[in-house]
């Protein structure tokens, strides 16, 4: 997995496009999998 330096997004910028691998084997695009304009998408880190 490769890690790019990244600036915040700020109030209006478009979210950029990713693909998640879930703990249940499938996927899911973001944003394009979203069903409404309006999603809060929580990334947790877990235990280190």
């Keep these: ?3 790019e330096k990244t600036n ?3 109030p ?3 979210f950029p ?3 998640l ?3 249940d084997g499938s996927s899911r695009q973001l ?3 979203l069903e ?3 999603t809060i998408v929580l990334f947790y880190r877990g235990h280190w």
């Design 1 to 3: 997995m490769s890690v």
């Design 8 to 10: 915040k997004l700020g």
């Design 12 to 14: 209006g910028d478009p």
């Design 17 to 19: 496009a990713l693909k």
């Design 21 to 23: 691998q879930l703990m």
């Design 31 to 33: 944003p394009g999998d």
């Design 36 to 38: 409404t304009p309006f």
